[in-house]
């Protein structure tokens, strides 16, 4: 039995990814850019949850709402007593639902931070005292070597919240490869947001309490708490379109005039309506998602959407 104080276990990422080094790489390069992954600080990971509850934020609980509906006939497919892999945790609200259905005998929540994890995980563990938690800090934009767990259980893999989409197709297909490998055998669970009204997307991402704004500019905020730089949130502007040709929002701050910003010593100039370049959150049909989950050397099986087809999850096989 595993305690409430379950240990982080760390697969660490290569020297020199840093966040400094990361931030003026992607500052340097003209357009400027900053990758999303940096978003989840403890403070972004709250945000993020902020978002989760927005009126406009329709994927989080029409997602949960499908998992609930569904969760037996997810349960039967992820078998009992497997060792659930949950990529880029997070929260660890849906995994709930998963955990009530299909008891399995582990749980491995793999997030990128590690302080946001073990808080999550200390409140997980007290309900759930039966369970095998094994938290690993992971970066899963790179390769992971999740070591197995004594008994070596089936993995069921469980990747929620369209976090899919922030990915370019060619990344996305890469991803699930390494996710494939991960689970030696195991199927997986992948949420993935659909296309859409591009006026229900654009609200989804500039809603009306400006929490997706503040979202997108806390990676400034965090680079001012961590490196020292003196960004201006005030001066960057929040900006998410709906590129309907490209199928994804796209993320970015927009200088709203001539600044520079010194980060670890070096001096980054912007220009007035220079952008950097966030994130892209790219909507699939369930048919292209099928189409790209299959070249990837998964069998995509099962699909669950909501009448509205807002959202949808996918049962892959290995
Ligand atoms: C985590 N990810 C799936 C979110 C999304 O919708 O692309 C991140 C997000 N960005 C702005 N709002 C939410």
């Known amino acids: 039995m595993d305690t409430g104080l379950a240990r982080l276990h760390t697969i660490e990422t290569p020297q020199g990814e840093t966040f400094a080094a990361a931030l003026l790489e992607g500052l340097r390069k003209s357009p400027k850019e900053i990758a999303c992954k940096y978003f989840y600080d403890v403070e972004g990971s709250q945000i993020f949850d902020a978002i989760c509850e ?9 997602e949960t709402a499908l998992l609930a509906r569904h969760a037996a006939e997810i349960a039967a497919l992820m078998g009992a007593g497997a060792e659930i892999v949950e990529f880029g945790a997070g929260s ?8 009530e259905a299909a008891s399995p005998q582990a749980y491995t929540p793999l997030d990128i931070s590690g302080a946001y994890l073990g808080e999550v995980v200390r409140a997980l563990a007290a309900d759930y ?9 992971a970066d899963f934009t790179r390769p992971m070597d999740i070591p197995a767990l004594a008994g070596n ?9 369209s976090t899919i989409g922030n990915f370019k197709p060619d990344a996305a297909m890469a991803l699930l490869r390494r996710m494939h490998a991960a689970l030696g055998g195991g199927g997986l669970l992948v949420g993935v947001d659909l296309v859409k009204d591009p006026a229900r997307l654009h609200a989804a991402y500039n809603d009306a309490a400006g929490v997706t704004a503040k979202f997108n500019k ?3 905020l965090r680079a001012n708490r961590e490196l020292g730089s003196d960004f201006d949130p005030e001066g960057f502007a929040h900006y998410a379109p709906y590129n309907a040709a490209a199928g994804r929002i796209e993320m970015y701050l927009v200088s709203r005039r001539r600044q520079s910003v010194t980060i670890a ?12 370049h966030t994130e892209d959150s790219h909507k699939y049909t369930i048919e292209s998602f099928r189409e790209m989950a299959a070249r990837t050397g998964f069998r995509p099986r099962a699909v ?6 807002l959202f949808s999850l996918h049962w892959l096989e290995s």
């Open 92 to 99: 660890l609200r849906k995994v709930r639902i998963l955990l």
């Open 54 to 62: 927005l009126p406009e934020y329709y994927q989080t609980r029409t």
């Open 153 to 161: 259980p089936r993995r069921a893999g469980f990747f929620p919240g």
């Open 129 to 137: 005292p039966m369970l095998t938690l094994r938290p690993v800090v």
């Open 304 to 309: 669950w959407t909501d009448p509205e087809r």
């Open 218 to 220: 806390n990676l400034m």
């Open 265 to 276: 010593g070096e001096r980054i100039e912007f220009a007035p309506g220079e952008p950097v």
